[in-house]
């Protein structure tokens, strides 16, 4: 099973914030210190998206959706108000 492929990280490393330019995985990070501050994570349709907070809570889910679906969703939106 391929892992997961990292697109997008931020984090403090060595004191500095600066971004991790893909193509990633984890073991490019494993023996970092890094203090991560957003981390976009993709597998196959599967986007996860971790960033740093005050608190820990679930904010939110998205769905990676065609055109035409998402036309579909924002017209179902419209007719339920």
């Known amino acids: 099973m391929p892992a997961f492929r990292y697109i997008s ?3 403090k490393y060595q004191g500095d914030f ?6 990633l995985v984890w073991d490019n ?4 210190n890094i203090l991560f501050r957003i981390i976009e994570a993709r597998k196959g349709s599967i986007n ?3 960033g740093y907070g005050k608190k820990i809570k679930f ?3 998205g769905f990676l959706v065609s055109e035409k ?3 579909l969703i ?3 939106a419209d007719n339920m108000n």
Do not use: L, S
Not at 29 to 32: A, L, S, T
């Open 9 to 11: 990280v931020c984090g």
């Open 18 to 23: 600066q971004n991790f330019d893909p193509p």
């Open 29 to 32: 990070f494993r023996e970092k």
């Open 48 to 50: 996860i998206t971790f």
């Open 59 to 61: 904010d939110h889910i």
């Open 69 to 71: 679906e998402q036309e």
């Open 74 to 76: 924002c017209q179902n």
